[in-house]
């Protein structure tokens, strides 16, 4: 899967839980900026984790605080164990 569509597919995943409408970029805050709380980031780890195919461990979370931490995470595990994802 190439950069793009991963993050392509993060962001689509992310406007999913998003309260407000707000333009999503590497640099946007995960909590600040699209509102998320602790409860909903783990979910939205959880959910990656079904799509990608990778696991994020629950403490690394609180060190992901914008979209391109999470978009990182997301890459390194992928290249570390590739795998089918879902889409």
Not at 13 to 33: D, F, K, N, W, Y
Not at 63 to 84: F, I, K, Q
């Amino acid at each position: 899967m190439s950069q793009r569509d991963l993050r392509a597919e993060l962001f689509t995943l992310l406007r999913a839980h998003v309260h407000e409408p707000v333009q999503i970029g590497t640099a946007t805050s995960m909590c600040g900026e699209l509102g998320l709380n602790s409860v909903e980031l783990m979910e939205i780890a959880a959910e990656i984790e079904d799509h990608f195919g990778v696991r994020l461990p629950d403490e690394i979370l609180p060190e992901l605080e914008t979209v391109g931490d999470m978009l990182r995470a997301v890459e390194l595990r992928m290249e570390a164990s590739p795998r089918v994802y879902h889409s």
